[in-house]
């Protein structure tokens, strides 16, 4: 019950990471405010107790200013905001990029975090405490793990969690990342659909040296730990939460 009797905001829980994170806050007692445009993905996510949905375009500034106060409404405090709202973009070469699809991706998945650690960071500041856990990617740190547009704005995201770290640090508010690796969620499902049409699915996340992939679930722990007081000396740092596949050169065995 890390969280009894705190109020958290979670992007993106219609479905996977946020899902999963948004049933951890509150299975540790918070009240959360559940965030998505896929109002039927939120009502799928809600879970029992004093909760709330609310869809929103993470990329609307104005619509973010509308969560933020209809939780303080509500609450009356925000004590934790997992920003995880995102969206993915196809992996061909940058010679072949739709350009059009950039400010779309950055949108979604850069400029909807800065604009939540914006507005629910300044409630923070005034409460002198809060913690806000971003979600980045592996693809954020090498290459390989997604397309160029995705792959920037999580490169992005880890920058803006060390700066935001920094504005807001003196204030008790703390600003940290996860970077998950290989997950099963609405967003890589394709890939998982794909391999278990070919047969396949056991190749999934075999190249990190855990030989696996991952569940929603384990990143959901992380961001609760970094989101806890159990995290409370840990600032502007991005966690990889995968396999240890930005341990290696994504080759098992490599280290020994």
Same mark, same amino acid.
């Given at each position: 019950?890390?969280? #009894?009797? !705190?109020?958290?905001?979670?992007? &993106?829980?219609?479905?996977? =990471?946020?899902?999963?994170?948004?049933?951890?806050?509150?299975?540790? &007692?918070?009240?959360?405010?559940?965030?998505?445009?896929?109002?039927?993905?939120?009502?799928?996510?809600?879970?029992?107790?004093?909760?709330?949905?609310?869809?929103?375009?993470?990329?609307?500034?104005?619509?973010? #200013?509308?969560?933020?106060?209809?939780?303080?409404?509500?609450?009356?405090?925000?004590?934790?905001?997992?920003?995880?709202?995102?969206?993915?973009?196809?992996?061909?070469? =940058?010679?072949?990029?739709?350009?059009?699809?950039?400010? !779309?991706?950055?949108?979604?998945?850069? =400029?909807?975090?800065?604009?939540?650690?914006?507005?629910?960071?300044?409630?923070?500041?005034?409460?002198?405490?809060?913690?806000?856990?971003?979600?980045?990617?592996?693809?954020?740190?090498?290459?390989?793990?997604?397309?160029?547009?995705?792959?920037?704005?999580?490169?992005?995201?880890?920058?803006?969690?060390?700066?935001?770290?920094?504005?807001?640090?003196?204030?008790?508010?703390?600003?940290?990342?996860?970077?998950?690796?290989?997950?099963?969620?609405?967003?890589?499902?394709?890939?998982?659909? =794909?391999?278990?049409?070919?047969?396949?699915?056991?190749?999934?996340?075999?190249?990190? #040296?855990?030989?696996?992939?991952?569940?929603?679930? #384990?990143?959901?722990?992380?961001?609760?730990?970094?989101?806890?007081?159990?995290?409370?000396?840990?600032?502007?740092?991005?966690?990889?939460?995968?396999? &240890?596949?930005?341990?290696?050169?994504?080759?098992?065995?490599? !280290?020994?």
């Amino acid at each position: 019950m890390r969280f #009894e009797g !705190k109020v958290a905001i979670v992007t &993106g829980a219609g479905s996977g =990471i946020g899902r999963a994170t948004a049933n951890r806050f509150a299975s540790e &007692g918070a009240r959360v405010c559940l965030v998505d445009v896929n109002e039927d993905g939120l009502q799928g996510s809600l879970p029992e107790g004093d909760h709330m949905i609310l869809t929103c375009d993470v990329s609307d500034e104005t619509q973010v #200013e509308g969560v933020v106060k209809a939780v303080m409404d509500k609450w009356g405090r925000i004590d934790a905001v997992a920003n995880n709202a995102g969206i993915a973009c196809t992996k061909e070469a =940058i010679m072949d990029n739709d350009m059009a699809v950039w400010p !779309k991706v950055l949108g979604v998945n850069l =400029i909807g975090v800065a604009n939540f650690i914006k507005h629910a960071g300044r409630v923070m500041c005034d409460q002198g405490s809060g913690a806000i856990v971003n979600t980045a990617s592996v693809a954020g740190i090498r290459s390989g793990a997604g397309g160029n547009a995705y792959s920037a704005s999580k490169a992005g995201v880890i920058n803006l969690t060390q700066t935001a770290a920094c504005d807001l640090g003196g204030f008790n508010v703390r600003v940290n990342a996860v970077c998950p690796g290989l997950i099963e969620t609405g967003m890589t499902k394709p890939i998982f659909d =794909i391999a278990r049409d070919k047969g396949k699915e056991e190749k999934l996340g075999s190249r990190c #040296e855990l030989r696996r992939y991952g569940r929603p679930e #384990e990143i959901a722990a992380a961001i609760c730990f970094l989101a806890s007081d159990d995290a409370s000396y840990i600032t502007g740092q991005a966690l990889p939460v995968d396999g &240890g596949n930005t341990a290696s050169l994504n080759l098992p065995g490599m !280290k020994v």
